[in-house]
């Protein structure tokens, strides 16, 4: 219960109390009062009637007639005379009348009418007692309305103290309610800066205590965000061209040479510039400098109609362009181009072709291969461009190893699997090495067609040739939701998503529906990874996924991290629970730009998982450098507690 609401209730309690002592006590007085008039009533008219009777000088048929008006004309349960002998000489009296008002207040209050007497005299002579009571119907009908009318009064009251009492407190606390909502963010890691300074002097010093810590939360953040952009630029951008340089293009590879790759192959074209001492002794070192800007502006120029195109140097004379899905006869007539630009360029500046010229070797490359295998062919063909005449050579193709089926196979196969829903569920566990304990169960996918069981790595290559990747995406976070394994119960698993399935429209109002209905029901913690490429748009529609997310109590993960982001805000505003990076980019990181990535995870409240570690030695090396938390095969290497 919130502090306004046991300050609330107490004083509205308190508030009740003391105006239903009132309410009774002022009752009580009316009731007291009801039975004095009584009384009074019957006594007055005793009184009176006691001396017109004394004027009919004894005559009973007289007096009979005056009781009977008198008793006719008022409320009176009886009037009674009596002689000196204590006979009746006349009475007039009703049976009980029945008062109206609810049963319940007549078995409540009681109500007792006194019997007023007076003497009746003719002269010197008594002629009896007069007996008046008085009717007790009417009194109880009376003292009702004012028990109502009392009830109306005091329910106004109450309704307006706590009406006024709520305003106040609503008043009296309302820095309350921004130190409560800046207290939530905190947990939720976000930085909020109360405003509005109140005047009472405890919530003061609470909220410039907030205050002062969230800013200096932030300005940790910020320091964190402009370190790691600092380093980023030391570390994946050539100062001379402004390339990206060799370490960004071997940290990036990984999202194109993938089973899941959305490009399954492409050209990487290697280019160096021979004759660079002697252009330096020709022209001079500020000149070849600007030679290589311009010579990196034709690189860009020629490559951009490849939007995923990355443009790298390599070292002091290489270059590569990083092409997917181009196919060798585009590559050879940009390569071809680029040559032909180059050379004019290079005599524009005053230097002799002959001496100074590029060389460009192109490889056909294929999604399946490792880093390793595709600088190594390319280096070689890149070597055998030097020594050709033309400086050109196209002779170097990936060898695709034979398909065990079809393009066609596959797809019937994928396509039966989902009509019959044979997509499955196989779990890898995140380790912390650090606390020897299992973070989270990565979910992967199998799909178990009627005479084998295949894995992620054999299907969705082809589904994603086949187009039916995001089908199968739908299908298994359908099946997740509407029928979730028993197995993965009261457990933490993450699910990935990809790029092309996030980015589909139908994808937000598919997920909306499907969480609206079943997430609550879901029996395990699910965390859903997107990949960095789409986290780092940091648009409206990645800001929806995480609200959507939020409301129904799934968290997000963000998987392919490297840094490669102008501004790391959108870490901030998005909050994921953990990043997962390739194990080579954080132990190619330099100490600072690790240092800078730290401050701004450990800021915020996110975890750095390294993915593919395969053996103790890597671990050691990871854990080094402060990285515990791990996926691959490794994982299995690790005594858990």
Known sequence: MTLFRQIALMLSIFLIIILTTVLILNFKSSNEAVQERLYEDAKNTATSLSLSLGTAGGDVSIMSTMINANFDSGNYLQISLVDVDDEILYERKIETRQADVPKWFLSTITIEAPI???????????????????DVAHAYTQLYTILINLLISFGILIATGLAILHLLLATILKPLKGVQRQAEA?????????????YTKEFRDVVLGMNNMVSKVKAMFDKGNAELQ??????????????????????????FLKIDATSKGGVNMMLALSGVIEANEAIGHKKVDALFSDLANIFKSNSEIYKDAIVSRLNGTEFAIFLPDCDTDSGLEIATKIQNESIELIKTSGLDNDITLISIGLYEYNYKQTISQLLSFSDNVLTQAKFSDSHIINIDKSENPPEVMGKDAWKVIINEALNADQFNFVSWTAVDTKMKKVVHNALSLTLQ?????????????????????NKIYKNVINMMFRQPD???????????????????????????????????KLPLKLIIEIPDKFARKNTDDVIKYKKLFEQYNIELGVFEFIGESSNYQ???????????GETNYFLTQSDQGLSALR????????????????????LEKLQEKDIHVIQGRATEMVELD
């Not at 007023?116 to 008085?134: E, K």
């Not at 980023?232 to 100062?239: F, Q």
């Open 116 to 134: 007023a007497s007076a003497n009746v005299s003719a002269g010197w002579s008594q002629v009896g007692i007069l007996n008046v009571q008085s």
């Open 186 to 198: 905190v947990i939720r890691n976000e930085f909020i800066i109360q405003e509005n300074i109140p």
């Open 230 to 255: 600092r380093q980023k630029a030391l570390e994946y951008i050539d100062t001379t061209t402004k390339l990206k340089n060799r370490k960004y293009f071997i940290d990036k590879l990984p999202e």
């Open 449 to 469: 067609a009627p005479d084998k069981l295949y894995y992620y790595g054999e299907f969705m290559a082809p589904a994603i040739q086949s187009g039916l990747s």
């Open 486 to 520: 028993k197995n993965l119960e009261n457990s933490i698993c993450s699910l990935r998503l990809s790029y092309e399935y996030l980015n589909e429209k139908e994808t937000y109002t598919d997920l909306t529906k499907l969480f609206k209905l079943y997430a609550k």
């Open 570 to 580: 959108y870490l901030q505003d998005l909050r994921p629970v953990y990043i997962k």
């Open 599 to 618: 401050l701004i995870t450990d800021t915020v409240g996110i975890s750095l998982i390294a993915s593919g570690v395969m053996d103790l030695e890597t």
